[in-house]
């Protein structure tokens, strides 16, 4: 505003002392020409405004993000294109054919079951090739998180964070409860009866599901050991996997039976958009594979290959099983069981493929407790570095050379979740914060390509804006087609979030600096040295 007694003051600009950091190299129109930080203004003192840590919208340079990957508390760069690959299979590959399936196809899409998997598969591919881009610039452990901070600013940075750590905890409790419930059926066809008290949570009727914890525990140990021998695991257990898909492939297709596909539409197409919200639970896995980034030889070449090349590779096989389950077993008859695939088999007569099936079931999912444990740890890890969490969670052991606290706390953490909250608790809200976290990935791609379009892009998202702007706009859509409670959740989470980003996040947060920099206890100043 400029009052009718004075000229107008003028208008210079002036760059944030912070550097790149901070707004990505611009600068600001002020009238006197000073702004949030901290300058010297003619005839004036230096003014001192708060720290640059309290700029909720500033960023982190991507030159920045790589160096404070490096130093005494950096991951070792063990994982290749193989290893990765099965990485990605062996997260998404799972729950989605083994668990989810059969609750999608009698509740919400029919035998239309096929249709959601394209549709959901659809907005992971335009997710999948902006994450390729990210993982190629940035690779270091963080994924959508630090993609945020480097592209929107530490506020989006924190909300993606907190939603990731939502999705992630939750997404191995549910994964460890799918686990569980296959044991017992195996069990259960060798003889064995477990006390269903002690294999299911209170809101299940029982008391506590102990086999849950117990594959938590196993896992947490693993990946405390290393990524290597993690890795190593993973893909004989994939392997496993792999083969028991074949195998039901082969021994079901010959018993489809087409009538069972009619009605095609039994929900709709209504059902059938929120079948695919519901089944985009099952695609959960690929965005994984971006966290391990800091740990990938030539990450340049090798994200790209092991992100894109497992979503294409499991979306077939979604497709292809989804069909032959339907077809073998009308599908509402898939509502009284949590392991529909096992069901379908012994339902026209193959115990023994029953049987087998259930084995590779457990093997598969415990792949995707390894890979989704091992990204929610480098996540936290990520947060903890930056000062966003508290910096003794972003340090490694000096041997194993592991985030060992952060992954103790989350193996406690999600244990703890398994063993206490029903199945039907917790598959929504992992759907909610995956889609949140794609949208993030997507606008940071358009907001970096217009802010910094000279920085090096070994992958390049192709048809931009286009696929960054139908990434959002599929993933908002399948929000919108979640139920309302889960909505409401969702909020009440991020709320927690931001209470604590504001009372913790916001004192702690660092502008720059070294992954040791980040956990040395010591804040950056306020402002710079004259």
Not at 41 to 60: A, E, N, V
Not at 147 to 154: M, T
Not at 187 to 206: D, K
């Amino acid at each position: 505003m400029v009052f009718p007694e004075q000229a107008p003051l003028p208008r210079t600009r002036i760059p944030r002392p912070w550097g790149e950091g901070g707004t990505a190299g611009r600068s600001i129109t002020s009238p006197t020409g000073f702004i949030a930080g901290c300058a010297k203004l003619p005839g004036m003192g230096r003014l001192k405004f708060p720290s640059p840590g309290h700029d909720i919208f500033r960023t982190r340079s991507i030159a920045d993000l790589i160096e404070r990957s490096k130093g005494e508390h950096a991951l070792k760069k063990v994982l290749g294109p193989f290893e990765l690959v099965m990485l990605g299979v062996g997260a998404i590959v799972g729950t989605g054919i083994f668990v989810v399936t059969g609750v999608a196809a009698a509740n919400y899409s029919g035998p239309a079951l096929v249709v959601s998997f394209a549709i959901a598969g659809s907005a992971c591919v335009f997710a999948a090739l902006c994450y390729a881009e990210f993982a190629t610039m940035v690779p270091i452990a963080g994924s959508a998180y630090t993609y945020g901070y480097a592209s929107l600013g530490e506020i989006w940075a924190w909300i993606i964070g907190w939603d990731l750590i939502l999705e992630y905890s939750v997404s191995i409790a549910a994964v460890a409860i799918g686990w569980s419930g296959y044991l017992v059926n195996l069990l259960a066809g060798a003889g064995i009866t477990f006390p269903a008290a002690f294999a299911n949570a209170p809101g299940a009727g029982g008391v506590v599901n102990l086999p849950a914890i117990l594959i938590i525990g196993i896992i947490t140990g693993l990946l405390i050991l290393g990524v290597r021998e993690s890795a190593r695991v993973n893909n004989a257990i994939v392997l496993v996997k792999l083969s028991v898909i074949a195998l039901f492939i082969w021994l079901g297709v010959s018993h489809v039976s087409p009538a069972n596909w009619s009605p095609f539409l039994p929900y709709g197409w209504g059902g059938v958009i929120t079948g695919a919200a519901i089944v985009f639970f099952a695609y959960i896995g690929f965005d994984a594979v971006s966290t391990a980034a800091e740990e990938v030889r030539d990450p340049q070449k090798n994200l790209p290959i092991g992100i894109i090349g497992s979503l294409i590779i499991c979306t077939a096989l979604y497709i292809i099983v989804s069909a032959i389950l339907t077809g073998m077993v009308p599908y509402l008859e898939f509502r009284d069981t949590s392991a529909p695939v096992a069901y379908a088999l012994s339902r026209i007569g193959i115990t023994w493929g029953s049987a087998l099936v259930s084995v590779g079931a457990i093997c598969g999912i415990t792949s995707v407790i390894l890979v989704l444990l091992y990204g929610q740890t480098r996540i936290f890890f990520a947060m903890a570095r930056d000062g966003l969490l508290p910096c003794t969670f972003g340090t490694v052991h000096p041997v194993l050379r592991t985030p060992v606290k952060v992954t103790l706390l989350v193996g406690a953490a999600t244990a703890t979740i398994a063993a206490l909250l029903p199945l039907t608790s917790v598959a929504e809200l992992v759907n909610i914060g995956t889609l949140a976290a794609f949208i993030i990935v997507a606008a940071g791609v358009l907001v970096l390509r217009r802010t910094k379009p000279q920085l090096e892009r070994p992958f390049r998202t192709p048809l931009v804006p286009l696929v960054p702007v139908l990434c959002i706009v599929a993933c908002f859509g399948l929000i919108l087609a979640l139920p309302t409670i889960t909505h409401l959740r969702f909020v009440v989470w991020l709320a927690i979030g931001l209470v604590i980003y504001f009372f913790y996040g916001v004192k702690n947060a660092r502008a720059t600096g070294s992954a040791l920099d980040a956990c040395d206890g010591n804040r950056l100043p306020d402002t710079e040295k004259s």
